[in-house]
């Protein structure tokens, strides 16, 4: 099982980045993928969640308006769409990969615990 975060780097504030996240060794249009960041010294914190499908999204309230989830299944890759990027989204952009039968609802999502996989993460530097 494989989770190859890319697409990050150094941006200035307003400006944009788009991240992707190729899966492999397991079927990835069966489970619910999710991004996550971390910065130095905090938590691991929610971002994003894609259903299975692609039809269910749901956000971080830091992030409504500004970034955008989605996935090809063809491709086994979902991605990350940051627009109007802030200092504050420094951090490590973690993607992972949740096993269920059904769509869990953004709650139970928004908890590490619950993901089978995750990728090595993708460094995102916001400069003011």
């Known amino acids: 099982v494989q989770l190859q975060a890319s697409g990050g780097g150094l941006v200035q504030a307003g400006g944009s980045l788009r991240l992707s996240c190729a899966a492999s060794?397991?079927?990835?249009?069966?489970?619910?993928m999710s991004w996550f960041r971390q910065a130095p010294g905090k938590e691991r914190d929610f971002v994003a969640t894609?259903?299975?499908?692609?039809?269910?999204?749901s956000w971080a309230e830091s992030v409504e308006g500004r970034f955008t989830i989605s996935r090809d299944n063809t491709k086994n890759t979902v991605y990350l769409q940051m627009n109007s990027l802030k200092p504050e989204d420094t951090a490590v952009y973690l993607c992972?990969?949740?096993?269920?039968?059904?769509?869990?609802?953004?709650?139970?999502?928004?908890?590490?615990?619950?993901?089978?996989?995750w990728g090595q993460g993708t460094q995102v530097t916001v400069s003011s």
């Open positions: 060794g397991f079927t990835f249009s069966s489970y619910t």
């Open positions: 992972a990969a949740e096993r269920s039968s059904y769509y869990r609802g953004s709650d139970y999502l928004r908890k590490p615990t619950v993901y089978s996989y």
């Open positions: 894609i259903s299975s499908s692609g039809v269910i999204t």
